[in-house]
């Protein structure tokens, strides 16, 4: 065997004359090859001038005294050019390029590092089961690679939450994305456990609403909109005075039901409210008086209260009115016509009325409902008009 297997360094014979020669050629492969680093790999042509030690990746095509050495290792020794042919798996660092290769199946190809796939990955911070992926940087960028960049956040199904939470000492002050469904949100916090939605952008129509509302730049005071009520909602009456003489008996309870004796419910409950508002009812029989809200949307004396708890006390024969016995006003809740004209319950500045021949008035809404999200529509107790909502502030 007169050579190494890999760098094919020649050995020194037994009884060999002029052994250093053959050391000396050894060596100078050895320093050509051993933490190999070439200029560049995109000459194909010899240069004219060289220093000693430069070395170069044959380019294709391979011309002058570099022809039919493609990919070849030419090194410039003593004033000549030296060739080594590579072998699987040599690595080079490329100066111009500022990154290694490798001699994979007959080519040099980038030596690029690759972590993919990896359970965890933390930079200048600790990874975990849960953030997978940690950073610990001043910024971050994504930057395109030759047109535009998307940042894609996928969640499994539509009851989960694909969203981007921004924190002050890893506590939740503002979230947006499609939190508990298809819908796109903004939501807002102050201490990260009360959160308030600012906007949410319907994904069916693509229409936004601002539950919270809008406030004036300037002044910081809240604006409201007005939504008119559609014409298909025919005519949302959400009070009108009832049959003499507007007070009602209990002929039963059950549950949250209060029967009402022949012709109750229309005595407190004009009809064309049915389906349309909900009213505080009072029972006068109880000391002091007892309130409920209830609704009546069917054609029997028959009212439903929001809580059952409300009427336990309560007994046959009781007698109630819709008529606040202290303060003499009337308190309407008007989610029912919201939902069924709006599609959504929310708390309202104000109602648009339509009182008849005395015309359009504004009745402004600031006390919140105990059995809804909207706000409470008053009314005096001893109001004798009918009253039909053309629009919604809020």
Known sequence: MEQTTNLKLPYIAPSQAQKHVTHNEAIRALDALVQLSAINRSTSLPPEENQEGDRYIINTPAKGLWKRREGQIAAWQDGAWAFFSALEGWNVWIEDEKSFVVF???????????????SRLGIEATADDTNRLSVKSPAALFDHAGAGHQLKINKADDNQTASLLFQSNYQGRAEMGTMWGRDFRIKASADGSKWFDVMVADST??????????VHATTGKKQSGMTLVPAWAGTPTIFEAPMVPSSATIASLSANLLNLNKGGAAAIFATSMRGISMIRVWNITRSPAQSAWAKWDTTADQLQVSNPEHIKQWLKNDVIQIT????NDIAIDISPLMQKALSAVFPQDGVLLNAGSTGDITIVCDESSPVSSSNLVYFKGDEKRSFTVTGVYG
Do not use: M, Y
């Open 324 to 327: 606040d016995p202290l303060r």
């Open 104 to 118: 994979h199946q007959k080519k040099w190809i980038k030596n690029e590092i690759s972590t993919n796939p990896v």
């Open 205 to 214: 129509t693509g229409l936004a609403c601002f539950p919270a509302g809008i």
